[in-house]
C-alpha cells in the first residue's frame, strides 16, 4: 500500500485544527461545512487511482473513528453511486 495513515502523528493536524478553528464564528460569502472541507487524493508518479481510493478510504475511517468528523468519500472513492459526481 502506499497510504502512511498508520502513523499516530498522521492525522495530527486535522487533530490541532478542531482545537483551533472554532466553525461557530465564521463568516464569508463561501460558507464552510467544517474546518477541513475537501481532502483530495490525486495519483501521481507511479500510484494509481486505486492507490487513491485505498488511502481516501483508510482515512476517511481513521477521521470517522478517532476524531468523531462526519466523513463523506466522493468521485472514485464514493460508497454510493449518487456520490460519484459532485453538483457544481
Not at 466553525?23 to 467544517?34: A, T
Amino acid at each position: 500500500s502506499r497510504c502512511n495513515y498508520s502513523s499516530p502523528k498522521s492525522n495530527s493536524r486535522t487533530k490541532v485544527a478542531m482545537t483551533l478553528i472554532d466553525m461557530r464564528s465564521h463568516s464569508g460569502e463561501h460558507p464552510r461545512l467544517g474546518a477541513m472541507d475537501v481532502c483530495p487524493f490525486v495519483p501521481v508518479r507511479n500510484s494509481t487511482m486505486e492507490d487513491c481510493v485505498e488511502c481516501a478510504k483508510r482515512l476517511g475511517e481513521r477521521l470517522g473513528t478517532e476524531l468523531g468528523i462526519p466523513v463523506y468519500l466522493y468521485g472514485a472513492a464514493a460508497l454510493e453511486d449518487f456520490r460519484r459526481t459532485v453538483p457544481q
